[in-house]
């Protein structure tokens, strides 16, 4: 059965256990705040089901696995907040389709690799937060187009520096 509830904010509540797979069944959900809570397993569930989905906070609970790559399917993806959790594996370059993306914040995990030069197609990024990971390589001058950026923090990384494009006539 579809339900038709477009915010849940449970945040702050101390929950545990697994997330479960019955929050994809809200399909007219805006807004999915979980954060601050005990909660553990991965997010195998499919929010990317959730065509209507903006806001979705998850942030300090001890979620495992990969980010999802499936949020990049969700074209109305505005703040995505996944810090201080155990997440691996690298950034989907599948992020860089979430045009109307706001807030990125994958700080405080295992995330490692590059950061995928894609992101730099999030046209209205504006905070971007990568902090306390295991990232390496360069930081991708495709950033310079991300014209509504007013925080990045890459620090706690082994990022190398900016990688500079020349052309010669």
Do not use: W
């Not at 509830?5 to 929950?15: A, K, T, V, Y």
């Not at 499919?46 to 806001?55: A, H, M």
């Not at 074209?75 to 691996?88: F, H, I, K, P």
């Not at 995990?109 to 894609?118: D, K, L, R, T």
């Amino acid at each position: 059965k579809k339900m038709s509830m477009e915010q849940l904010n449970l945040s702050g509540n101390g929950l545990s256990g697994k997330i479960l797979a019955t929050f994809g069944n809200l399909f007219k959900l805006t807004t999915f705040d979980l954060s601050k809570q005990n909660l553990s397993g991965d997010l195998s569930f499919e929010l990317s089901g959730l065509p209507n989905l903006q806001f979705v906070a998850l942030q300090e609970n001890m979620i495992l696995g990969d980010a999802p790559e499936g949020f990049s399917s969700l074209s109305g993806l505005r703040y995505v907040n996944l810090s201080s959790n155990a997440l691996s594996g690298h950034i989907p370059a599948k992020f860089g389709f979430l045009r109307s993306l706001v807030v990125l914040s994958l700080s405080k995990n295992h995330v490692s690799g590059f950061i995928p030069p894609e992101v730099g197609n999030c046209s209205d990024l504006q905070v971007l937060e990568l902090r306390s990971n295991a990232l390496t390589g360069p930081i991708p001058v495709d950033f310079s187009r991300l014209l509504h950026l007013s925080l990045i923090d890459l620090g706690g990384n082994n990022l190398t520096g900016i990688t500079l494009k020349v052309k010669f006539r």
